[in-house]
């Protein structure tokens, strides 16, 4: 494909702007200039760095204060109108400090002038340098936390080896001391609610439940309220009472052993137990299901 034609006069153009400024001679320095960067950690640099083109053109100070006269902290930024200390920030007509101190802000102000935002710089650093700096909100949110999930975990560990859960330490990691797992501590409770593989077969490494587990967690939760409401009408309807569906299913009166897969079964047969409601009276006969066909009566 050709090219544009209304283009190919702009391109010409651009290559002779190109070629004019590569055979342009560089600007001659006025007599007595010297430049340097106005942030002190880049003028450093560059007045260590040899083969920097700007410390050997420039004669640069030999000593770049990063302090004013005051022992305030200078800022290493360029920025057009801001301030000329480091961590001040200038709004609208106050000031404001804002450090960034082990990954959390710590926010002060406003100030109305530039050297009492500078002043609280210098004293903040002072007292985190000697460990005495106030906590923050954040800080303090932290603490709290910490203890109330400390007494939370001494509680549940009480029963943790009994139970077979997790026993978890609150120490540099939260962890548990029979497998070793550790997990963020904002996990830290749900996961001491949990089994411990090392201790129990019914679930995995993971803390998952085996297939066994999960069939048998399933029949629990739609057996339950059947056989509850099946126990309720089970003496008037001379049927078998459940106890210990969860495990072994047994009729409290005949003492017949159901299996789990035979619940249904159960809560349909006639118990032999005499349980009628009249004590006096026997109980009625069983009613048979009749098979085959029957004669015309």
């Known amino acids: 494909m050709e090219p544009c034609v209304f283009a190919q006069p702009l391109q010409l153009a651009m290559i002779h702007i190109v070629k004019a400024r590569n055979v342009a001679e560089p600007l001659d320095m006025p007599d007595g200039?010297?430049?340097?960067?106005?942030?002190?950690?880049v003028a450093q640099r560059q007045q260590d760095d040899p083969?920097?083109?700007?410390?050997?053109?420039?004669?640069?100070?030999?000593?770049?204060?990063?302090?004013?006269?005051?022992g305030f902290l200078l800022s290493t930024s360029a920025r057009p109108g801001g301030s000329k200390?480091?961590?001040?920030?200038?709004?609208?007509?106050?000031?404001?400090?804002?450090?960034?101190?082990?990954?959390?802000?710590?926010?002060?102000?406003?100030?109305?002038?530039?050297s009492a935002a500078a002043e609280k710089v210098k004293q903040f650093l002072a007292q985190v340098k000697e460990g005495t700096?106030?906590?923050t909100r954040g800080q303090k949110r932290t603490e709290k936390f910490d203890t109330s999930l400390q007494e939370q975990l001494e509680t549940l560990n009480r029963t943790a080896e009994l139970e077979k859960r997790h026993l978890v330490t609150f120490e540099a990691k939260v962890k548990c001391?029979?497998?070793?797992?550790?997990?963020?501590?904002?996990?830290?409770i749900k996961f001491?609610?949990?089994?411990?593989?090392?201790?129990?077969?019914?679930?995995?490494?993971?803390?998952?439940?085996?297939?066994?587990?999960?069939?048998?967690n399933t029949r629990k939760g739609v057996f339950s309220p059947q056989v509850q409401n099946h126990?309720?009408?089970?003496?008037?309807?001379?049927?078998?009472?459940?106890?210990?569906?969860?495990?072994?299913?047994?009729?409290?009166?005949?003492?017949?052993?159901?299996?789990?897969?035979?619940?249904?079964?159960?809560m349909?047969?006639?118990?032999?137990?005499?349980?009628?409601?009249?004590?006096?009276?026997?109980?009625?006969?069983?009613?048979?299901?009749?098979?085959?066909?029957?004669?015309?009566?």
């Open 33 to 41: 200039f010297q430049w340097f960067d106005p942030r002190p950690a």
């Open 51 to 70: 083969k920097s083109s700007k410390s050997a053109a420039t004669a640069l100070p030999a000593v770049i204060s990063t302090h004013d006269e005051n």
């Open 85 to 114: 200390y480091q961590y001040v920030r200038k709004v609208k007509d106050v000031y404001r400090v804002v450090l960034p101190v082990d990954g959390k802000r710590h926010n002060f102000g406003p100030y109305h002038s530039e």
């Open 133 to 135: 700096a106030a906590l």
């Open 177 to 188: 001391v029979f497998c070793e797992t550790s997990v963020h501590k904002y996990h830290a």
């Open 192 to 216: 001491a609610n949990r089994l411990c593989h090392k201790l129990t077969d019914l679930v995995d490494r993971k803390g998952s439940h085996t297939r066994a587990q999960t069939s048998s």
């Open 231 to 266: 126990n309720l009408m089970a003496v008037e309807n001379f049927l078998h009472f459940l106890i210990n569906a969860d495990t072994n299913p047994e009729c409290r009166y005949c003492g017949k052993i159901f299996k789990k897969s035979q619940i249904k079964t159960a």
């Open 268 to 297: 349909g047969q006639r118990c032999p137990f005499q349980h009628s409601v009249d004590t006096t009276a026997p109980n009625p006969p069983v009613r048979r299901r009749l098979v085959g066909k029957q004669p015309a009566s």
